[in-house]
């Protein structure tokens, strides 16, 4: 439950927060909305010599639309500065990693130091995720106050209402000139992640 949300809106350019909550807010079923960011990086060793690529999450520190498996530590706070909670995929490079130990890492193209204030559990598939406030990330990346991500809630949880509800989002903003550049029901990462999972269990019953 990484991402609990209905529907999930991507923008080709970034709105301010209390815009689109107040357009959204129009369209019928739609209860809560929040902004969250993204930034892409990099695992560095000791050396500064790349281990594998970082994903870094920045949903508002007090997102209700996630519920992390937490392994040990804390998860992200407001007041975080260039600290993170990491996935146990951290591990594989550092065995002994505990919070408030130190990484290494290349956000936005500079080599930092960053302190991990926890450790959650999470199936990696490409690169290492991580989560960071959007209270920081936000303003390293120049856009407080807005984002190019947005995660809804509706009335309803069903994958067809969620798809719906994409469909009528997007025509929705469109109409109004917003440069869309997806929408998509909150269940289908879930259910892509369970198609996979489904494979593997059938492909384990035939070695058996």
Request: aromatic fraction near 12%.
């Amino acid at each position: 439950r990484y991402f609990v949300a209905d529907v999930s809106l991507d923008f080709e350019a970034p709105y301010r927060l209390r815009e689109m909550e107040q357009v959204v807010m129009q369209v019928e079923g739609v209860e809560r909305v929040e902004g969250w960011q993204f930034v892409s990086g990099e695992l560095l060793d000791e050396n500064g010599d790349v281990f594998e690529n970082l994903n870094i999450f920045a949903p508002p520190a007090n997102s209700q639309l996630i519920e992390p498996i937490l392994v040990k530590g804390r998860w992200i706070e407001p007041d975080d500065v260039r600290k993170f909670a990491v996935s146990e995929a951290a591990l594989k490079y550092y065995p002994d990693l505990e919070p408030g130990d130190l990484l290494k890492v290349s956000v936005l193209g500079k080599k930092e130091t960053w302190e991990v204030v926890g450790i959650f559990k999470f199936v990696d598939r490409e690169g290492m995720l991580a989560y960071a406030p959007y209270e920081y990330i936000s303003q390293t990346t120049n856009l407080a106050n807005r984002a190019y991500m947005f995660r809804l809630v509706t009335d309803f949880h069903n994958r067809a209402y969620q798809d719906a509800k994409a469909e009528e989002l997007d025509a929705f903003l469109r109409e109004r000139g917003y440069k869309v550049l997806s929408t998509e029901a909150g269940s289908a990462s879930l259910d892509i992640a369970v198609e996979s999972l489904d494979t593997l269990v059938v492909f384990l019953l035939i070695m058996a």
